[in-house]
């Protein structure tokens, strides 16, 4: 049966269609008030938009499935396009989630945590914020005001028990809950006037200090009173530097977007109390909906139930959306009241859509100038390095050990200059002797390359290290039977330099790239966008080492730990312990000290003695 001929048996009420190839891979969904209509508009060629001969060129087969009201259509539509993620519309990606903070009041002693997800869980949510550095930097100043408590659960009994704060309370950033320096009501009223202040209601949170302090005042409370003037300073002077928008305080959220083509870019704004307090901006290619259709489908899923986003009281977008209502009433319904949905024409609120229009256009420009440059980037080491194809997916291994023990390695995936978090590594070494770096080296690239028929080898597999790295992983793929691109990433030698691994010239560490087969290695500029995105990967791989091992030693601890050192066994260990009579005590003492336990030799001595001072080093963050 052709697809007009499955046009003309679809019924006429509401429900959610899906376009599907010869294959049967779903194209596109799409939901309408009258199935019928709106399908055979896509093949008479009623509908202009652009994607639809694209859509229809390739559509075999639709399918349909019938719903109660548009409602029902919008929620079922935005369940198919996560389930399918079809090519023609636009589906926001799950992976993109941005920090946000909760608060949970119904805890004893409160605290902000960074989540990046809204949960129903009866805590509250604020943001999200655009990146963890500006919310961090936004706890930070908030704490100044508000000094709830930031330490973990565990960390806090730790110091209940110790009977003594941290230093934070020293700062005047925590006011000592654990030590009980702060009572309950009082701190209750740190959490709410915190609430109020990351909900955007600075204004009411003003009024009720000043209330508060006037009472305090009245009471003959001088101290606290004083303490909540300095409160109302810091919260006022914490908003000055924020832009007013309007008069009117109104909970909004602000959608513009921008377009080149196929490249889109959303922005929403999330304004309170007149305000901007955060933004968002979501990216999408190849894009081949109109724009109304790309607005329509985006908020659908961005204020799905299961996403648990704060919902304002207004949305603004930057055009008239088809089946508006339907969307305003799921928002509404899902609120517990009336959320309007508008695309204002003129006036102060088209001002605020134009507004975001323009971070949008801004968000659009700076991404596709990141895709230029990413692409000089790959063409540069294609060039520099003499490979095939451009190295699309780059995979790194580091090897990690300490003083000899505990090594571990690591793999990290990039794919188009970005880390691919979910295909990171972790490695414990099985076999390989500990203090020998090529053949844990070995032992890790081996065990990757039995896993190259369900995972295949990256475009580029590179090694932190110089030419012999680079030969244990080219000796490792020729015993495998298979070829892959390699390299190694090495900082240049300097025999005069105290750390021979360190060049010093002009400040600088200069790098050096070796290829198989090649002599001399590739030097590029520190400035070239090839070198700094190699450079981004190694330091990647090396602090995922280092703290997959840092985690392996707090689980082990240092007994566990010592039996890790090669050459000290259960009788050395005993001797030892009961010697010195406790870990402590050996960890405190010299080598000349050690080698004088029974069964310990001088070797043995200070093998112990330069494992204590290499985990010394390595937790003082001085070092």
């Given at each position: 049966?052709?697809?007009?001929?499955?046009?003309?048996?679809?019924?006429?009420?509401?429900?959610?269609?899906?376009?599907?190839?010869?294959?049967?891979?779903?194209?596109?969904?799409?939901?309408?008030?009258?199935?019928?209509?709106?399908?055979?508009?896509?093949?008479?060629?009623?509908?202009?938009?652009?994607?639809?001969?694209?859509?229809?060129?390739?559509?075999?087969?639709?399918?349909?499935?019938?719903?109660?009201?548009?409602?029902?259509?919008?929620?079922?539509?935005?369940?198919?396009?996560?389930?399918?993620?079809?090519?023609?519309?636009?589906?926001?990606?799950?992976?993109?989630?941005?920090?946000?903070?909760?608060?949970?009041?119904?805890?004893?002693?409160?605290?902000?945590?960074?989540?990046?997800?809204?949960?129903?869980?009866?805590?509250?949510?604020?943001?999200?914020?655009?990146?963890?550095?500006?919310?961090?930097?936004?706890?930070?100043?908030?704490?100044?005001?508000?000094?709830?408590?930031?330490?973990?659960?565990?960390?806090?009994?730790?110091?209940?028990?110790?009977?003594?704060?941290?230093?934070?309370?020293?700062?005047?950033?925590?006011?000592?809950?654990?030590?009980?320096?702060?009572?309950?009501?009082?701190?209750?009223?740190?959490?709410?006037?915190?609430?109020?202040?990351?909900?955007?209601?600075?204004?009411?949170?003003?009024?009720?200090?000043?209330?508060?302090?006037?009472?305090?005042?009245?009471?003959?409370?001088?101290?606290?009173?004083?303490?909540?003037?300095?409160?109302?300073?810091?919260?006022?002077?914490?908003?000055?530097?924020?832009?007013?928008?309007?008069?009117?305080?109104?909970?909004?959220?602000?959608?513009?977007?921008?377009?080149?083509?196929?490249?889109?870019?959303?922005?929403?704004?999330?304004?309170?109390?007149?305000?901007?307090?955060?933004?968002?901006?979501?990216?999408?290619?190849?894009?081949?909906?109109?724009?109304?259709?790309?607005?329509?489908?985006?908020?659908?899923?961005?204020?799905?139930?299961?996403?648990?986003?704060?919902?304002?009281?207004?949305?603004?977008?930057?055009?008239?959306?088809?089946?508006?209502?339907?969307?305003?009433?799921?928002?509404?319904?899902?609120?517990?009241?009336?959320?309007?949905?508008?695309?204002?024409?003129?006036?102060?609120?088209?001002?605020?859509?134009?507004?975001?229009?323009?971070?949008?256009?801004?968000?659009?420009?700076?991404?596709?100038?990141?895709?230029?440059?990413?692409?000089?980037?790959?063409?540069?080491?294609?060039?520099?390095?003499?490979?095939?194809?451009?190295?699309?997916?780059?995979?790194?291994?580091?090897?990690?050990?300490?003083?000899?023990?505990?090594?571990?390695?690591?793999?990290?995936?990039?794919?188009?200059?970005?880390?691919?978090?979910?295909?990171?590594?972790?490695?414990?070494?099985?076999?390989?002797?500990?203090?020998?770096?090529?053949?844990?080296?070995?032992?890790?690239?081996?065990?990757?390359?039995?896993?190259?028929?369900?995972?295949?080898?990256?475009?580029?597999?590179?090694?932190?290290?110089?030419?012999?790295?680079?030969?244990?992983?080219?000796?490792?793929?020729?015993?495998?039977?298979?070829?892959?691109?390699?390299?190694?990433?090495?900082?240049?030698?300097?025999?005069?330099?105290?750390?021979?691994?360190?060049?010093?010239?002009?400040?600088?560490?200069?790098?050096?790239?070796?290829?198989?087969?090649?002599?001399?290695?590739?030097?590029?500029?520190?400035?070239?966008?090839?070198?700094?995105?190699?450079?981004?990967?190694?330091?990647?791989?090396?602090?995922?080492?280092?703290?997959?091992?840092?985690?392996?030693?707090?689980?082990?601890?240092?007994?566990?730990?010592?039996?890790?050192?090669?050459?000290?066994?259960?009788?050395?260990?005993?001797?030892?312990?009961?010697?010195?009579?406790?870990?402590?005590?050996?960890?405190?003492?010299?080598?000349s000290a050690l080698a004088g336990a029974p069964g310990v030799s001088a070797r043995d001595a200070r093998t112990v003695r330069r494992f204590f001072d290499a985990v010394s080093a390595d937790s003082d963050p001085a070092t």
């Open positions: 049966m052709s697809l007009a001929e499955q046009v003309e048996a679809l019924p006429r009420g509401p429900g959610v269609y899906l376009f599907k190839s010869r294959a049967g891979k779903v194209l596109y969904v799409g939901k309408a008030q009258n199935l019928r209509t709106r399908v055979r508009s896509y093949v008479s060629g009623g509908d202009g938009r652009i994607h639809i001969p694209l859509l229809v060129e390739r559509a075999t087969d639709v399918e349909v499935v019938i719903t109660a009201n548009v409602r029902d259509a919008l929620l079922l539509e935005n369940e198919l396009i996560k389930q399918y993620r079809p090519p023609f519309n636009v589906r926001l990606r799950d992976d993109k989630q941005y920090p946000a903070l909760r608060l949970d009041p119904r805890e004893t002693w409160p605290r902000l945590t960074e989540v990046r997800r809204f949960g129903k869980d009866g805590a509250k949510y604020f943001g999200p914020y655009t990146s963890s550095t500006s919310m961090k930097n936004a706890v930070s100043n908030l704490r100044r005001v508000f000094p709830l408590r930031s330490c973990r659960d565990g960390t806090f009994r730790d110091y209940a028990r110790r009977g003594r704060p941290c230093i934070e309370y020293e700062m005047k950033r925590c006011a000592g809950p654990c030590c009980e320096l702060v009572e309950p009501e009082a701190y209750a009223e740190l959490v709410r006037g915190t609430t109020l202040f990351l909900k955007g209601q600075s204004d009411r949170l003003v009024g009720e200090l000043e209330e508060r302090m006037q009472r305090a005042a009245a009471e003959e409370r001088f101290e606290d009173a004083a303490r909540l003037r300095n409160q109302i300073g810091a919260v006022e002077r914490t908003v000055e530097g924020q832009k007013m928008l309007e008069m009117r305080p109104v909970e909004r959220d602000v959608f513009g977007l921008a377009r080149r083509g196929g490249e889109v870019e959303v922005r929403v704004l999330h304004v309170r109390e007149g305000r901007v307090v955060g933004s968002q901006g979501y990216g999408f290619s190849d894009v081949r909906l109109d724009d109304g259709e790309v607005i329509g489908s985006f908020l659908g899923q961005f204020y799905a139930p299961d996403e648990a986003r704060p919902v304002p009281r207004e949305v603004l977008t930057p055009t008239a959306l088809e089946d508006g209502g339907a969307l305003e009433g799921l928002v509404t319904e899902r609120a517990g009241r009336r959320i309007a949905v508008r695309a204002p024409q003129r006036g102060k609120l088209a001002d605020l859509v134009q507004l975001a229009n323009e971070n949008a256009e801004l968000g659009l420009t700076a991404r596709l100038e990141a895709r230029e440059s990413l692409t000089t980037a790959l063409q540069e080491l294609r060039e520099k390095l003499d490979l095939p194809a451009l190295p699309v997916r780059i995979e790194c291994y580091d090897i990690s050990t300490l003083h000899g023990t505990l090594s571990v390695a690591s793999r990290v995936v990039f794919e188009n200059g970005r880390p691919t978090k979910g295909a990171y590594r972790r490695y414990r070494i099985r076999e390989a002797a500990p203090d020998d770096d090529y053949a844990c080296l070995r032992e890790v690239i081996q065990r990757r390359l039995a896993r190259s028929d369900n995972e295949p080898l990256p475009d580029l597999l590179l090694v932190d290290g110089g030419k012999g790295q680079l030969g244990v992983v080219t000796a490792a793929l020729a015993d495998a039977g298979l070829s892959a691109e390699c390299a190694g990433i090495a900082k240049e030698r300097d025999a005069a330099s105290p750390s021979p691994r360190v060049k010093r010239s002009g400040g600088l560490k200069a790098e050096r790239l070796f290829r198989p087969g090649r002599k001399d290695p590739v030097l590029l500029p520190p400035s070239s966008r090839g070198l700094l995105l190699l450079q981004r990967v190694r330091d990647e791989s090396h602090r995922f080492a280092i703290t997959f091992q840092r985690e392996l030693r707090s689980k082990l601890g240092m007994t566990s730990i010592l039996e890790e050192l090669p050459g000290i066994g259960p009788g050395k260990r005993r001797s030892l312990l009961r010697h010195f009579g406790s870990l402590k005590a050996i960890r405190a003492a010299s080598e």
